[in-house]
């Protein structure tokens, strides 16, 4: 499948430039988000909070004290599901990867359920069970996993066969995979009423509710997940020349291929783990960065990085204020977004 979708890269001087932009549209997203709510606050108020704040101002302590856990983990989160369907649409050759294609997402919420669903039946079995802070310190071990193990199955189904690893059967199995883990999560949700009405808008993909413990817990693993990734850019690069010539220029395929699979892993751990299974993220922003800058994935991935948290923080102020004073799941905007842009992608490709 060689997707046909192309345009025209910019040329340097407009590149540079969109580089900047880039840079100034993640600040002033951060900006919106931190002074959009029930109370709105000015951006000068809002910088204010950070370069001269006051403890007896309410906006400086609403800034700083509600708004600014959920903006981390925003910026935590886009980051993570750009890179990541970089990572994945780099190692794996499918224009369609991506973390909530390839069923990452999904695993990892199937194993995020599991462990909240389990523990409670386990204690009551006598089984000694972790205290809930220490599951919540693990959430995104457990998540990273899940997504590693849901992501081999895809690999070794979609292998299978005389044509082999081809795109197509990758996204075909990770689709049917995907909705296999999906019904197994919802069928432990059905049976746990708790668990369900604790998790209701965290299964959509959203930011609310998270807390600055949670960003704190998850910043490690995203910060590994991340490093890991931009110390194997250069080697990405020589295995988009095609597996030969990049044996003939001593990259070890197998040894690169797995790390960025790691990286990948930890990064939708690490994502899920926060905000749920948030969709599209990683489908749209590399092909809107390789499109328009580079597909240099020493420049690729950090744009990546930025595009995605943009795009995550811009659909966090949409489903706060498209119904508002309601307000809709994150996920429900990407996916609005997202889905006719992958059916686009999937119609284009041949």
Excluded: Y
């Excluded at 071990?141 to 082999?164: D, P, S, Y």
């Amino acid at each position: 499948m060689t997707l046909v979708l192309s345009a025209p890269r910019l040329a340097q001087p407009l590149r540079l430039a969109g580089l900047v932009g880039v840079v100034a549209l993640l600040f002033v997203v951060s900006l919106l988000h931190l002074g959009f709510g029930a109370r709105p606050i000015a951006p000068r108020v809002v910088l204010e909070a950070f370069l001269a704040f006051d403890p007896a101002s309410f906006d400086h302590r609403v800034v700083r004290d509600l708004r600014l856990p959920r903006l981390c983990a925003g910026l935590m989160v886009g980051a993570a599901l750009g890179v990541c369907g970089a990572l994945l649409q780099a190692v794996t050759r499918n224009p369609l990867g991506e973390p909530h294609v390839l069923g990452l997402n999904a695993g990892a919420t199937f194993a995020v359920v599991t462990t909240l669903t389990l523990g409670p039946w386990l204690g009551r079995a006598g089984v000694p069970v972790p205290a809930p802070a220490t599951l919540l310190a693990a959430r995104p071990l457990v998540a990273a996993l899940g997504a590693g193990v849901m992501f081999a199955a895809v690999m070794t189904i979609g292998a299978a066969g005389r044509l082999g690893a081809t795109p197509l059967k990758m996204t075909l199995c990770g689709v049917a995979l995907s909705g296999f883990a999906a019904a197994l999560t919802s069928a432990q949700l059905i049976l746990d009423d708790q668990t369900l009405a604790t998790l209701r808008l965290w299964l959509a993909g959203d930011l609310s509710g998270v807390s600055r413990t949670a960003v704190w817990g998850v910043l490690p693993w995203f910060a590994a997940g991340l490093g890991l990734a931009f110390a194997l850019s250069g080697r990405l690069n020589v295995l988009g020349l095609g597996d030969d010539v990049a044996r003939g220029l001593g990259v070890n395929l197998t040894r690169t291929r797995g790390a960025a699979l790691v990286a990948a892993g930890v990064l939708c751990g690490a994502a899920v783990s926060l905000a749920g299974p948030v969709g599209f993220v990683g489908l749209l922003v590399p092909h809107v960065a390789r499109t328009l800058f580079s597909r240099d994935h020493r420049l690729l991935l950090p744009l990546c990085a930025m595009l995605g948290a943009s795009l995550l923080l811009a659909a966090d102020l949409a489903a706060r204020a498209l119904a508002a004073p309601r307000e809709f799941a994150t996920g429900v905007v990407t996916a609005l977004i997202g889905v006719p842009v992958f059916l686009l992608l999937a119609a284009r490709s041949r």
